[in-house]
C-alpha cells in the first residue's frame, strides 16, 4: 500500500541554524501538506501544496511539492527554541495517509 | 474559539470500563475523523464520517465505537479496552470528505490498565 518516508527521523540542531526535511514515496500524490506537532497536542498545519513544483512559505516556513509529485520538501530557516518537535508530511490522492514525522530538536 | 475541541484531554481506564471520547469542531465542516497515535508509528485513520454517514472503517475492532450525532459532534464509545489500546487519540476535520486539508484536535491521552 500507499507509505511515506521521512528523512531525518530526528535531528538535533543549534539555534539559529537552518533545517531540511523531507518525505518521499514510490506513490504520486495531488496534495502535500505539512503539519507540526507539540507534545501533548495535536497537529497543526503548516503548509499545503496543490501542484506539482509549487514553492510556499510561511514566515520562516518554506515547503516545495517534488516536480515527480512523489516528494516533498520542508526548510526552515534560523530556527528558535519553539521549533521543537515532530513535523510530519501527508500526501493526498484518493486518501490522505501520513509519515512517521522528523522529531527536531534546537538547542539554544 | 478554538477550532476543534476534544474532552477529555487525559483519560485511565481499567480493561473492564466503558468511556467515551468527544470531539466539537467549530468550522463548519462536514467531514470529521478519528486517529489513533501510538509512540514512534505514524497516525493510523480508524473512522471517517461525512456528513454525519460512517464512509470509512479501517479494521477497527468493535471494542472501538463511533458516533456522530450531527456534523459537528463526533464521539467514540471504549468498552473492554486492552492494554495496546493506549494511546493519543485524535479528532480531525476537514471541509468535505473529498478536502485534504484535515484540522486537528488536542487528543485524549488514553491508558489503559
Known amino acids: 500500500g500507499q507509505q511515506l518516508n521521512q528523512s531525518p527521523q530526528s535531528m538535533f540542531i543549534q539555534e539559529g541554524e537552518d533545517v531540511s526535511m523531507n518525505c518521499t514515496s514510490s506513490?504520486?500524490?495531488?496534495?502535500w501538506l505539512w503539519y507540526k506537532q507539540d507534545p501533548g497536542e495535536g497537529p497543526v498545519l503548516l503548509i499545503a501544496?496543490?501542484?506539482?513544483?509549487e514553492l510556499t512559505s510561511n514566515g520562516r516556513l518554506t515547503a516545495q511539492f517534488g516536480i515527480t509529485r512523489k516528494d516533498s520538501f520542508l526548510n526552515i530557516s534560523a530556527s528558535i527554541p519553539s521549533d521543537v518537535g515532530i513535523y510530519f508530511c501527508a500526501g493526498a490522492y484518493d486518501k490522505v495517509i501520513f509519515g512517521p514525522g522528523t522529531s527536531l530538536s534546537v538547542i539554544p | 474559539e478554538t477550532g476543534v475541541t476534544q474532552t477529555p484531554r487525559h483519560l485511565v481506564m481499567g480493561m473492564t470500563n466503558k468511556k467515551s471520547l468527544k470531539c466539537e469542531q467549530h468550522?463548519?465542516?462536514?467531514?470529521m475523523y478519528w486517529y489513533k497515535q501510538s509512540a514512534k508509528k505514524p497516525l493510523e485513520l480508524m473512522f471517517v464520517?461525512?456528513?454525519?454517514?460512517?464512509?470509512e472503517n479501517n479494521s477497527v475492532p468493535s471494542r472501538f465505537s463511533p458516533e456522530c450525532p450531527n456534523s459537528s459532534h463526533l464521539f467514540l464509545h471504549l468498552h473492554t479496552l486492552q492494554p495496546e489500546d493506549s494511546a493519543l487519540y485524535l479528532c480531525?476535520?476537514?471541509?468535505?470528505?473529498?478536502?485534504?486539508?484535515?484540522?486537528f484536535g488536542p487528543g485524549t491521552r488514553l491508558t489503559v490498565l
Open positions: 464520517y461525512s456528513l454525519e454517514e460512517r464512509v
Open positions: 506513490s504520486i500524490f495531488n496534495t
Open positions: 480531525a476535520s476537514s471541509p468535505s470528505r473529498e478536502t485534504d486539508t484535515q484540522y
Open positions: 468550522l463548519g465542516h462536514n467531514a
Open positions: 501544496l496543490y501542484k506539482a513544483g
